[in-house]
T-cell receptor, first 115, second 109 residues
Framework: DTGVSQDPRHKITKRGQNVTFRCDPI?????LYWYRQTLGQGPEFLTY????????KSRLLSDRFSAERPKGSFSTLEIQRTEQGDSAMYLC?????????????FGPGTRLTVT | AQRVTQPEKLLSVFKGAPVELKCNYS??????LFWYVQYSRQRLQLLLR??SRESIKGFTADLNKGETSFHLKKPFAQEEDSAMYYC???????????FGKGTLLTVNP
């Protein structure tokens, strides 16, 4: 499968713990996006990378959130001191910005439950 | 600011009936509009983008800049069309997507 992959698919953690999610984009895609989706809502943008550079962060991304994309390949999203409000589906998407083709390809998501 | 509105949370039709999923947007520039679909237990996948003007799985969508709408239509719904449909907008050089809340389409036999 050469699509976007995410790990883990499910994560249950206790409030106050740290969690880290991983996203592997489609090979050679230069853009990588993180979104968060809560029940009854569409995905909401969190942040994105152009190669290894993080170019934009949403106001949704509090100081407890950090994302990296070392060497412009896979990306990690870490949440420190988790809160119950962090419970959501975290989606990763990648795209290759070229000749006007900007469509994003999504991973299966990581469902986080904070108890 | 970018905003996408899908007024219907739920839409239920019978097989063979026409279906229209509504989408309105707000954006000050020239946006790109997309429809994404999520079948049960599958990931979000791109269905249509307005620039390509394609018909995918019998679905079409026309961008109406005057009404700021991008409604998704299919003349004869099939049971396999049952899914969650999201309208999304992309604007600016970051190409981030702004999604609507989605419409759950159920096609009854």
């Amino acid at each position: 499968d050469t699509g976007v992959s995410q790990d883990p698919r499910h994560k249950i953690t206790k409030r106050g713990q740290n969690v880290t999610f991983r996203c592997d984009p489609i090979s050679e895609h230069n853009r990588l996006y993180w979104y968060r989706q809560t029940l009854g809502q569409g995905p909401e943008f969190l942040t994105y990378f152009q190669n290894e550079a993080q170019l934009e962060k949403s106001r949704l991304l509090s100081d407890r959130f950090s994302a990296e994309r070392p060497k412009g390949s896979f990306s990690t999203l870490e949440i420190q001191r988790t809160e119950q409000g962090d419970s959501a589906m975290y989606l990763c998407a990648s795209s290759l910005i070229r000749r006007g083709r900007v469509e994003q390809y999504f991973g299966p998501g990581t469902r986080l439950t904070v108890t | 600011a970018q905003r996408v509105t899908q007024p219907e949370k739920l839409l239920s039709v019978f097989k063979g009936a026409p279906v229209e999923l509504k989408c309105n947007y707000s954006y000050s520039g020239s946006p790109e509009l997309f429809w994404y679909v999520q079948y049960s237990r599958q990931r979000l996948q791109l269905l249509l983008r307005h620039i390509s003007r394609e018909s995918i799985k019998g679905f079409t969508a026309d961008l109406n800049k005057g009404e700021t709408s991008f409604h998704l239509k299919k003349p004869f719904a099939q049971e396999e069309d049952s899914a969650m449909y999201y309208c999304a907008l992309s604007g600016g050089s970051n190409y981030k997507l702004t999604f609507g809340k989605g419409t759950l389409l159920t096609v009854n036999p």
